[in-house]
């Protein structure tokens, strides 16, 4: 986590003037001022921080997902503030939450996840997840290329959390008939190959099951890039990051995602 919060840290106080009004690729609503708002303002939340309110009278816009408007009240809240006031809370609200981390004893303790309780173990993922996901974001806003070939450890804890996720994406957003399989073959840095199944209505991972020529192989970074809506699994193909074959593996990368 320290490693995905310094290189977010990094690439956001080095933004020239001009980069803080370019729209943010997939949340065509935010700036990258807001994208960067959105990273201080939920971890600061997470470390307990009092939060500003937005301005009186203020309602979201009825557009985009719910996760969308859940996530704008924090960022017009900090509409005004100027750089060195976002940067600020960026540093201090990841620093803290490193530090946070660093004095966890029990990982199974119960710990206010972004949708309900977790784990400690839990928080870290998701937060791992979130973090990667909008370093992308941000490097995309910049004109950079995204990290297809990330093999830190902040990228496995990010990725390990999508995987964690397959068997219920499969499951609930593909709607896997009963008795399907499905092969996942992923390179570095999780270097997974099983076969997810579902069975009594149910999916899990049986390494044993026969997936047929139903498969997606590929990057875990493109994986979580798609399941996470940035993009297309065409992108991720030319990109030479992901195939699939089969019905299941058609089905997957065309359903299959987090949100």
Not at 44 to 58: K, L, M, T, V, Y
């Amino acid at each position: 986590m320290a490693g995905l919060w310094r290189e977010t840290r990094d690439l956001a106080h080095g933004l020239d003037a001009g980069d803080w009004d370019r729209p943010v690729p997939w949340t065509p609503a935010w700036s990258v001022a807001d994208l960067v708002s959105h990273l201080g303002a939920l971890q600061s939340a997470f470390n307990g921080e009092p939060q500003p309110e937005p301005p009186e009278g203020w309602s979201p816009a009825q557009t985009g997902s719910p996760f969308d408007q859940a996530m704008a009240a924090p960022i017009e809240a900090r509409r005004g503030w100027d750089r060195g006031r976002r940067l600020a809370e960026l540093d201090r609200a990841s620093q803290a939450h490193v530090e946070h981390l660093r004095a966890v004893t029990d990982w199974l303790e119960v710990a206010q996840g972004p949708v309900g309780p977790t784990t400690q173990d839990g928080l870290f993922r998701v937060r791992a997840f979130d973090v990667w996901v909008h370093l992308q974001d941000l490097r995309e806003a910049l004109g950079l290329p995204v990290a297809l070939d990330d093999t830190s450890d902040g990228a496995a804890a990010c990725h390990a959390y999508v995987l964690g996720l397959v068997p219920w994406m499969y499951a609930k957003r593909v709607g896997a008939p009963e008795g399907s399989t499905m092969r996942m073959r992923l390179g570095p840095p999780v270097d997974h190959d099983s076969v997810v199944a579902l069975v009594a209505g149910r999916a899990t991972w049986d390494p044993t099951a026969d997936a047929g020529d139903c498969a997606v192989t590929g990057s875990p970074a493109a994986l979580t890039l798609l399941t996470a809506g940035r993009g297309t699994a065409e992108r991720w193909r030319d990109a030479g990051a992901l195939e699939w074959s089969g019905d299941r593996g058609q089905e997957f990368v065309e359903r299959a995602r987090l949100f």
